[in-house]
């Protein structure tokens, strides 16, 4: 079974500090990788799709790389609204599995 | 706008069973597939079961499998999810989500959830 791993799990940072999340695959997927923003009591957003695909409306401050195994999401100059948990989504054949989501804190 | 609505959330005890709903508007449901996807109190996200635009075709995590069953009524814009044998394990908040966009005869962004519900929270305790 396919597993995501998400590095790190929790992450304290300031505001306008450049943020890094990882996902590692267990094997390689193709680019079918998307991230989502998850604030407390709400639902998951995406932020990004096949890989590097920003969504629309998503601030330019986002941005997804990566293939094969290894995926990040970066968030090149973190804001207030941006303190939330992340995930990282994979899709093959009809079956969908998450991260187990980034906690990105106020330091 | 697209809005999904679900209910059918509760209480409910070991070994029991709920049926969930949600409702569609703001797009053509019946050209969308869906998807449920649940999260477990302070956990993280586990898709559940996803369903083609005519229902003709499901599938499930190995998690649900044989015990819950999806299904939509496109003309009520309605999706569906039967749990039976329900476990502690289940406890969770139960998200509607839309899938790929199959108006023009192949879908595409199958692989994504760009539409969420608000979710409806599903408690298994005695």
């Known amino acids: 079974d396919m597993q995501l791993t998400q590095s790190p799990s929790t992450l304290s940072a300031s505001v306008g500090d450049r943020v890094t999340i990882t996902c590692r695959a267990s094997?390689?997927?193709?680019?079918?990788v998307a991230w989502y923003q998850q604030k407390p009591g709400k639902a998951p957003k995406v932020l990004i799709s096949?890989?590097?695909n920003l969504e629309s409306g998503v601030p330019s401050r986002f941005s997804g790389s990566g293939s094969g195994t290894e995926f990040t999401l970066t968030i090149s100059s973190l804001q207030a609204d941006d303190f939330a948990t992340y995930y990282c989504?994979?899709?093959?054949?009809?079956?969908?599995?998450f991260g187990q989501g980034t906690k990105v804190e106020i330091k | 706008e697209v809005h999904l609505v679900e209910s059918g959330g509760g209480l409910v005890q070991p070994g029991g069973s709920r049926r969930l709903s949600c409702v569609a508007s703001?797009?053509?449901?019946?050209?969308?597939?869906m998807n449920w996807v649940r999260q477990a109190p302070g956990k993280g996200l586990e898709w559940v079961s996803n369903?083609?635009?005519?229902?003709?075709?499901?599938n499930y995590a190995d998690a649900v499998k044989g015990r819950f069953t999806i299904s939509r009524d496109n003309a009520k814009n309605s999706l569906y999810l039967q749990m039976t044998s329900l476990t502690v394990e289940d406890t969770a908040v139960y998200y509607c989500?839309?899938?790929?966009?199959?108006?023009?005869?192949?879908?595409?962004?199958?692989?994504?959830?760009?539409?969420w519900g608000q979710g409806t929270v599903v408690i298994v305790s005695s």
């Open positions: 989500a839309r899938g790929g966009d199959c108006r023009n005869g192949e879908c595409r962004n199958t692989a994504y959830f760009h539409h």
């Open positions: 703001g797009f053509t449901f019946s050209s969308y597939e």
């Open positions: 369903i083609t635009t005519s229902g003709s075709v499901t």
């Open positions: 094997q390689s997927v193709n680019n079918w």
């Open positions: 096949a890989a590097s």
């Open positions: 989504q994979q899709y093959n054949s009809y079956s969908w599995t």
